[in-house]
């Protein structure tokens, strides 16, 4: 059950040029389940969403994967081990567990990447139709989690905008090629709107459920400020509807969402 309370910070290391990911440890994060999400307190703004990198439920540890962008960031990305993190969690509506004999893809561009991971943590051992998983960034430096995924025995396809690193271009490509193969497939992912949507707009007709997690600007994250909302079907003469993406979200099917807005 979520909850506000001080977790622990058992390990930091840098993963990427300023990317920092933190473990941190408290019985609450027992329960958390991939596509979660901590709201972290940061001196002097608003709470801070980010995502599970990974989940321990047994020792109820949690990976925290940051990227510096801004104020709030910047001072989760510097904590020490030792120190604490003030967070409520696990909050929102995680991914629902894949069917094991569907053909998998998982597609993660960015920060978008880390819940991805958590998801192959938690069901990929088990996972018996073929999996996919393309991993995007700008440029090689900032390519995530890659040796995570190889060391829970799967290659990812990695694509750079620049051609620094694996594929020059986006996730979109390598995720067409593979619908065209997979037509029975179904689809996890994470990543900024714009990817979001282009996945969305690729993945229609696809047999298996699509689930696509946002990260859009929250307030207060848990349902009460309305920051969060984005505009979902139906979408009738009065315009859409909305879903809270604190409480509704980050996770949703793909049917879920009016990608006007983009
Ligand atoms: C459910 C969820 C999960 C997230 N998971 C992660 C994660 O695992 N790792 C991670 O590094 N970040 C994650 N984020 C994004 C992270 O919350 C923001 O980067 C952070 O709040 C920025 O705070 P700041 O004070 O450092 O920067 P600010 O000064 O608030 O913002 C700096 C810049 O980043 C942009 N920005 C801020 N928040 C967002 C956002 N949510 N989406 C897109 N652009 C934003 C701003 O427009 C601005 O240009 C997640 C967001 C959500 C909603
Ligand atoms: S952040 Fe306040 S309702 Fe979602």
Known sequence: MAGAFKALIVTVRQVALDHVELI????????????????????????????????????????????????????????????????????????APPDPDRPWALVGGGVGIPPLFSAWERWGW??????????????????????????????????????????????????????????????????????LARVSALTEGIAGPVQLALEQRMGCGIGACLACVVPSVPVGPDGPGYRRVCTEGPVFQREELAWSWI
């Open 24 to 95: 941190v440890e408290h019985e609450r994060l027992r329960d958390a389940t991939p596509g979660q999400f901590a709201h972290i307190l940061t001196p002097g703004t608003l709470r801070r969403p980010v995502s599970f990198s990974r989940i321990d439920g047994g020792l109820g540890r949690a990976g925290l994967l940051v990227q510096v962008v801004g104020p709030g960031t910047a001072w989760i990305a510097a904590r020490q081990v030792g120190e604490t993190l003030d967070m409520l969690a696990p909050l929102g509506r995680g991914f």
């Open 126 to 195: 088990r996972h018996r139709a073929p999996a996919h998983v393309i991993l995007g960034a700008r440029k090689a430096a900032l390519v995530l989690m890659d040796a995570d995924f190889r060391q829970q025995a799967i290659e990812p396809l990695v694509t750079t905008e620049d051609g620094s690193r694996g594929i020059m271009g986006t996730v979109v490509d390598p995720l067409r090629q593979w619908l065209s193969r997979n037509p029975d497939g179904q689809v996890m992912a994470c990543g900024p709107n714009g990817m």
